[in-house]
């Protein structure tokens, strides 16, 4: 299933753009050093053309078993599977033909003077920098260096100079280092990043759990001594009746009802503190959450004084709007404005990052707030209020009362 673009995370926009880089690398060192090298230096004659042609054929077909190979050693280092063996080995028998090609032009003398050594640093590449994601950096460095001596070790062989020996060492030490800093690093960073969004996963399903675990101590505590001596008491009541002492043990059923009652309402407060949010601490970790996610964000205002509910209402809006401002907006700055006037309180949560959030004004989760402000005779608007900026506004009133039970609670999950 294709994922828009704008539906990406941050990290997987920066994933995207990372393998279309390391795509890319390969083809541009071949168009920059391997061709104009070649065009530069090839002497004319049929053997010249013939070795040339060969030597840019097998260049493209580097390239083409090069993309699949970076991908696939991205996902090995990135720990999604391991790179096939025979990837690998294709890769590597197209980088030593390349190598004998080049030796062979230098051999008939078909190249006229030091551009050849263009392409003898591409030669290795298409491998080299996929092969740099699949082993450890101190076993690329050793086996580079095998590498590297091998190649002056030939070069000798056909008769190159001293002088032409220490380029061939530079350029082919230059080739090592290039990988690393081209396929190594990124993928390092990419890595890096993709860490630190599990670490955030782990770290919010953890801050859920402990928030579980919280409620069912609270639980716990309000209800273990209330049931157990609602237990004793409606043993002793029915040993109460056997015996006739019916006066007794309506006393004791009487004191059960007492008690089940107490044990509701203790519920109950149990339920209203788990369910209710601090307008105060809501507005202070939206400005946290979103400077820290790169948004610039300004919020004005006080919540002190507030009634309870109204803050309860309004927390919900401010966690619902900036989950959204972060999830599915690509916002440089927003702003959170609390008003505060004699009859109600206002609400804006302002941002410049309308896109996705535009398209889903109606959804379900809209409904769930509007919902939740209607507990306290509020109201709440949403839409874009000019291009590319998105505004949610909830006015409730400041000496509002919450309504009788019954109201339907709805989750706010995905409200834009």
């Known amino acids: 299933m294709r994922v828009r673009w704008r539906d990406r995370s941050k990290v997987e926009r920066v994933e995207w753009q990372t393998r279309i880089t390391l795509r890319s690398v390969n083809w541009m060192f071949f168009l920059a050093w391997s061709v104009s090298g070649l065009a530069g230096s090839l002497r004319h004659g049929p053997v010249p053309y013939a070795l040339g042609g060969c030597l840019v054929a097998v260049n493209l077909v580097q390239c083409l078993v090069g993309d699949r190979h970076a991908l696939r050693a991205l996902d090995q280092y990135l720990g999604r599977g391991p790179v096939p063996r025979r990837l690998t080995a294709a890769s590597a028998a197209l980088a030593v033909t390349a190598l004998g090609l080049i030796v062979a032009l230098a051999v008939t003398d078909s190249v006229r003077d030091g551009l050849i050594a263009m ?14 994601l699949t082993v450890p950096v101190r076993a690329f460095l050793r086996r580079a260096a095998v590498g590297v001596v091998l190649g002056v070790a ?17 350029l082919l030490i230059l080739t090592a280092l290039l990988t690393l800093l081209t396929f190594r690093c990124s993928a390092w960073s990419l890595s890096v990043m993709w ?26 505590d309000v209800m273990g001594r209330n049931l157990s001596v609602v237990a004793l008491k409606s043993e002793l009541a029915v040993q109460l009746a056997r015996r006739g002492r019916t006066e007794d043990a309506v006393a004791q059923m009487t004191e059960v009802q007492r008690i089940a009652q107490e044990s509701q309402k203790e519920v109950r407060e149990v339920v209203r503190g788990y369910r209710e949010v601090d307008l105060g601490v809501e507005l202070a970790g939206a400005q946290g959450v979103l400077s820290a996610a790169g948004i610039a964000c300004t919020v004005t205002g006080s919540a002190t004084g507030l009634p309870n509910e109204a803050q309860s209402a309004l927390g919900w809006v401010v966690r619902e709007a900036t989950t959204n401002v972060l999830r599915h907006g690509d916002a440089k700055s927003c702003r959170v404005e609390l008003v505060t006037g004699p009859e109600e309180v206002v609400l804006t949560v302002e941002n410049d990052g309308a896109g996705v959030a535009a398209e889903g004004g109606q959804g379900s989760g809209l409904a769930g707030l509007r919902e939740r402000l209607a507990a306290v005779d509020g109201e709440l608007e949403a839409g874009e209020v000019r291009a590319g900026v998105f505004r949610v506004r909830a006015k409730v009133p400041v000496a509002a009362a919450p309504r009788p039970a019954g109201v339907r609670e709805t989750s706010t999950e995905g409200v834009r």
């Open 119 to 132: 392409p003898l640093v591409f030669a290795p590449m298409p491998f080299a920098c996929s092969y740099a």
């Open 154 to 170: 030939v070069a000798a062989a056909v008769g190159t100079s001293p002088v032409g020996l220490v380029v061939v060492a530079l």
């Open 195 to 220: 860490d630190s969004e599990h670490s955030r996963e782990v770290e919010a399903r953890l801050a859920v759990a402990e928030e579980r675990l919280r409620f069912g101590r609270d639980l716990h």
